[in-house]
């Protein structure tokens, strides 16, 4: 486990809200998560609890290196991690019972829109501090996205649409990090239980993004 550092005890109601986020992850959709880093907040700057002094996802990492094998979906150990580490962000490992698309926030918002005027099933969407948006998919998807974008007319990384599967992690709500919190686009319910397949999605995405590249371009 890397060091990390405590200062200070979060409010009650922060540490409620995490706890009960990740039991909840776990109870309701069978996601697994695993405790991150959280940030520290004294008279100097926010900092991340890991001890290092420019680390590049300050209260957005995992605490352990083995975090892959050591997220979990069971209720019990979950509070048992919150109640070590209150302050922990939420993370949930992608590539198990969901990938992710992660778009630039504008053009997820352009696509969003557009796909629920034409009904198309969506599953939870992820806004990030970084200002992304992650739309929920069915595992597996980032072996498919390069050949389906390749079919669309658009070569790998001519886009800015990214698939986080195996070995990477979803920062989820209510997770706070140096430039903002975690929240939910579109939340997690009954409704969007089944997720959808990249395919039903990639189109949209893909050319919403190339949109506001060339928006951006001219402008």
Known sequence: MQHVEDNGAPSPQQAEGLLESAVRYAEERHWDVHPGTWLIEDDGPLRCSCG?????????HPVEDDWVNR??????????????????????PAGRT??????PEVAGCLALARMERMDIPLGPVCSTPDRRLQFFVLPGA???????LRRLGWMPGSVDLA?????????????RTVTGGALW??????SNRWLPEAEELIGPLAYACARE???????
């Open 52 to 60: 290092e002094p420019h680390c590049p996802r300050p209260g957005a």
């Open 71 to 92: 997220a979990t979906g069971a209720p019990a150990a979950i509070r048992r991690l919150w109640t070590e580490l209150p302050r922990a962000s939420v993370l949930m």
């Open 98 to 103: 969901f990938d992710v698309l992660d778009v």
């Open 142 to 148: 980032s072996a498919k996205v390069p050949d389906l």
């Open 163 to 175: 698939c986080r599967g195996d070995g990477e992690y979803v920062v989820a709500p209510p997770s």
């Open 185 to 190: 686009a579109r939340r997690p319910t009954s």
């Open 213 to 219: 590249a060339a928006a951006t371009r001219n402008r």
